[in-house]
């Protein structure tokens, strides 16, 4: 089973809008899922994605689900604004892909399966996991 299917958009976008929009072919709204994934995954890197998106019904966070679905019918709306409210839809994508971003920065801990190291055991040059690093702005005086 995949990780979002077609019928569950209805809770994001009207059964009668897809249809407008696709004209009947569900490989449009397919592709809009499976690019919604791409790009979530590609924000998710740290995670075990393959669990993560492998996941189905009541396994999967919910929250991902629906930024992903947000996602996804950004992606399908591109295509036609067929009675879609279109500023309303680019609002939710935004806030989406900013999420994402906080996860990725680690702002934000999702709970979703970590990603484990290959091998299956920890690392001689990282023992103790993701490092960040960084410095303060760089001061220059005027006198």
Same mark, same amino acid.
């Given at each position: 089973?995949?990780? =979002? !299917? =077609?019928?569950?958009?209805?809770? *994001?976008? *009207?059964?009668?809008?897809?249809?407008?929009?696709?004209?009947?072919?569900? !490989?449009?709204?397919?592709? #809009?899922?499976?690019?919604?994934?791409?790009?979530?995954?590609?924000?998710? !890197?740290?995670?075990? !994605?393959?669990?993560?998106?492998?996941?189905?019904?009541?396994?999967?966070?919910?929250?991902? =689900?629906?930024?992903?679905?947000?996602?996804?019918? &950004? *992606? $399908?709306?591109? +295509?036609?604004?067929?009675?879609?409210? =279109? %500023? +309303?839809?680019?609002?939710?994508?935004?806030?989406?892909?900013? &999420? +994402?971003?906080?996860?990725?920065?680690?702002?934000?801990? @999702?709970? $979703? %399966?970590?990603?484990? %190291?290959?091998?299956?055991? #920890?690392?001689?040059?990282? %023992?103790?996991?993701?490092?960040?690093?960084?410095?303060? @702005?760089?001061?220059?005086?005027?006198?």
């Amino acid at each position: 089973m995949a990780y =979002l !299917t =077609l019928q569950e958009l209805s809770t *994001h976008l *009207h059964d009668e809008q897809v249809e407008t929009i696709t004209r009947g072919d569900n !490989t449009i709204a397919e592709a #809009a899922i499976d690019a919604a994934i791409a790009e979530a995954r590609g924000y998710l !890197t740290r995670f075990d !994605t393959a669990r993560t998106f492998s996941a189905s019904g009541s396994k999967r966070n919910q929250l991902l =689900l629906i930024f992903v679905k947000d996602i996804a019918v &950004w *992606h $399908l709306i591109n +295509l036609c604004n067929a009675g879609s409210e =279109l %500023p +309303l839809r680019q609002d939710r994508y935004e806030r989406a892909v900013d &999420w +994402l971003k906080a996860v990725q920065r680690g702002d934000v801990s @999702p709970d $979703l %399966p970590s990603k484990e %190291p290959e091998g299956g055991k #920890a690392e001689k040059n990282n %023992p103790i996991g993701p490092v960040a690093y960084g410095s303060n @702005p760089k001061r220059t005086q005027h006198y």
